[in-house]
């Protein structure tokens, strides 16, 4: 069986090696290595190509973000789960345009992690509940206050189901494939998802799922 | 020091008031000097007037008594000779008793002559009044001899001899008349000195006025510019000292941020970690103890909801300090954060807007921004009761406009000054910005501030 193979990056020791301790549990991972700051994790991705990265978006020289924007850039194929104190959505909506897949706090990790891990090795993207929450709670309050109604809505079913397969990471021809559309109507289908919600690329979005509950 | 401080200037007010004191004498003397030369001259001009009166009062009435003395001379000789000449025997006795009151006349006049007669016109009214006896005693001869028949031949020598005497009085009445002439002379010479000598003192006065005047106006002049100049040091000492007070104000506003910036990262990242790592192995314990031992369980679960809430509270107290976002994200997302903050909190709503900010800002900028909003929506929240709050930050080619308006019910502007706005104004004049305030029960508070967009130094 072919083990997932994860870089840590933390600029936090004890983080580190809990983090560390953590995941080795699992039969089917194993760390390949540890970066303290944002540039070494960039240098050992590039050496090491890991499947995922687990990263803290705190530390020093290059943060989190920052360093994510960078990997994604070379290695869009490498899944990083972002380590997070926040559960605010600036913090969330900038990881995920850097590339981020995931998206854990750290309070929750260690119930967390294994399952953020997994999810994103497989292409999917994963959320701390407690984010979810937040988000979700932000986004009624504002509907509520605006008085407008929620626009998801104004989605017919089909357009529900190419949403879900597209938060989910699939690309429109796997959408295509799978719902045996024409790409073309896929990305029909995506045009009017983005202009019914008024939103500006995935990873709005996703950010928007999530909120929904559509992702977890 | 102030102790220093007011030595030093009860010092300066004594030289103050001794240079006040010495100037009041000088100008004082001055005056006195004046006034004195004045009275002086005054007095001088009056006693020379009195004088010149005096003189010319002696000689008119000298000259009046000469005169007196000159006529009553001339008409006894008159008198004398028409007796003699007519040689009327019949008018006679009449004749020579008339002649000789002509004579006493004349004594009378000389005796009238004014009193203050010096000595030599005594010696010679003395001599007029012996020859007038001489004419007497001739004459009463003359009188005598005629009546007896004497022949006209022998009286001859008498009568030359009265002649004589008669030319010799009027010569001893000219030269009292010369004498008085020049007596008058002498005053008016005198007189005239007098008055010289008047003339040199005051000229000497005006002078010596003049003088002490110039003087007097150097000192002052140097005096005044002295205290200008000192005005102007004193002036420069209060300029720069306020400079240092506002450089050191500066100077606290960025220490205090730095500080909060430094003790936020400490708590966020040194005990927030590791708290969260602590979380992480009792998650692993709780795994490796059974299930079924429920005490065990029980107590780790406890620990784990002790150590999350220590979390919590570690993060917020960093959050208060200095929200991450700030240098993590940048100034937009960290007022997101603050406006999403409060309305969660259930105070009030908060939208924020924000047109083409850039992310490059200065941090002193960004900071200050940060504050302001935060002030802001904190007055807003806690104070105006205020429902809805909208924070709109924009940016153009060289300035940041900011505005935070809230539906409250506002303050008095002018009365009410907290620290809060205090301290608002004074971190946005410092960066070169202006700050307004708007505040009124039916619209709300408005505040606005200009700050330039000055971006981040390339390091």
Redesign the interface.
């Known amino acids: 069986m072919r083990k997932i193979r994860i870089v840590l990056a933390d600029d936090h020791k004890l983080m580190r090696s809990g983090l560390r301790v953590l995941l080795e549990q699992q039969q089917d991972f194993t760390v390949i290595g540890e970066a303290s700051d944002g540039r070494e994790a960039v240098a050992l991705v590039n050496s090491q190509k890991p499947d995922v990265l687990v990263m803290d978006i705190g530390m020093p020289n290059l943060n989190g973000i920052e360093a994510a924007g960078q990997i994604t850039e070379d290695h869009p194929e490498i899944s990083i789960v972002m380590l997070s104190m926040h559960s605010d959505e600036s913090y969330v909506l900038r990881a995920l345009k850097a590339g981020a897949k995931g998206y854990l706090l750290k309070d929750s990790a260690e119930t967390d992690l294994i399952r953020a891990v997994h999810s994103v090795a497989e292409g999917k993207s994963f959320f701390s509940p407690a984010v979810s929450k937040v988000l979700l709670d932000d986004y009624v309050r504002k509907l509520k206050r605006s008085g407008s109604e929620d626009p998801y809505d104004l989605l017919t079913p089909r357009e529900r189901e190419v949403l879900q397969l597209i938060v989910e990471g699939k690309s429109n021809k796997d959408v295509a494939q799978l719902l045996n559309l024409s790409v073309y109507t896929v990305e029909t289908h995506r045009s009017n998802i983005m202009e019914k919600l008024n939103l500006h690329g995935v990873p709005e979005l996703i950010l928007y799922a999530v909120r929904k509950g559509i992702i977890s | 020091m102030p102790p220093e401080g007011s030595n030093h200037d009860s010092l300066a007010n004594i030289q103050a008031g001794k240079v006040r004191r010495i100037l009041f004498l000088a100008f004082g003397g001055l005056l006195a000097l004046m006034v004195v030369a004045g009275l002086d001259a005054l007095r001088s001009l009056r006693q020379l007037d009195g004088m010149e009166r005096q003189v010319n009062q002696r000689y008119s009435a000298h000259n009046q008594a000469l005169t007196t003395i000159l006529i009553s001379v001339h008409v006894y000789h008159d008198q004398m000779e028409r007796y003699l000449i007519q040689g009327d025997a019949s008018l006679s006795n009449a004749g020579a008793a008339d002649v000789k009151n002509r004579g006493d006349e004349a004594e009378v006049a000389i005796e009238k002559f004014p009193a203050d007669a010096d000595a030599e016109e005594r010696a010679m009214l003395a001599q007029i009044q012996q020859k007038i006896l001489e004419q007497e005693n001739s004459f009463a001869l003359l009188v005598m001899a005629q009546a007896q028949g004497v022949p006209e031949e022998r009286l001859q020598i008498v009568l030359e001899q009265m002649m004589l005497r008669r030319a010799y009085i009027l010569q001893i009445s000219r030269n009292i008349a010369l004498w008085n002439e020049r007596k008058l002379v002498e005053a008016t010479e005198s007189l005239a000195a007098n008055f010289q000598g008047l003339q040199s003192r005051l000229a000497a006065m005006v002078g010596l006025s003049l003088l002490a005047g110039l003087l007097l106006s150097l000192i002052g002049g140097f005096y005044i510019l002295r205290l200008e100049k000192q005005g102007r040091v004193r002036y420069q000492e209060l300029v720069a000292s306020r400079q240092q007070l506002e450089a050191l104000s500066a100077r606290l506003v960025d220490a205090q941020e730095e500080e909060r910036r430094s003790i936020s990262r400490e708590l966020?990242?040194e005990v927030?970690?590791?708290l969260?790592?602590?979380?992480?192995?009792?998650?692993?314990l709780s795994k490796l103890v059974p299930p079924e031992d429920t005490f065990l369980q029980s107590q780790i679960s406890r620990i784990k909801s002790a150590g999350?809430s220590a979390?919590?509270s570690i993060?917020d107290m960093a959050l208060l300090l200095r929200p991450?976002?700030l240098d993590?994200?940048g100034l937009v997302?960290?007022l997101?954060?603050q406006g999403?903050?409060i309305?969660?909190r259930g105070e009030m709503?908060v939208d924020v807007h924000s047109e083409h900010v850039s992310e490059q800002l200065a941090d002193d900028i960004r900071v200050c921004i940060y504050r302001l909003v935060q002030e802001a929506l904190n007055n807003a929240a806690r104070h105006s009761g205020a429902k809805h709050a909208k924070v709109s930050i924009r940016q153009n080619a060289d300035k940041i406009h900011v505005e935070v308006s809230d539906d409250g019910k506002g303050f008095e502007t002018e009365r009410v000054r907290g620290m809060g706005i205090l301290g608002m104004e004074e971190r946005v004049k410092r960066l070169g910005g202006t700050l307004l305030i708007h505040s009124t029960p039916a619209t709300g508070t408005t505040i606005r501030a200009e700050l330039p967009s000055r971006r981040v130094e390339a390091a």
């Open positions: 966020h990242d927030g970690q590791t969260g790592a602590l979380l992480v192995d009792i998650g692993q999350e979390v919590k993060r991450p976002m993590d994200l997302p960290a997101e954060w999403r903050e309305s969660r709503e």
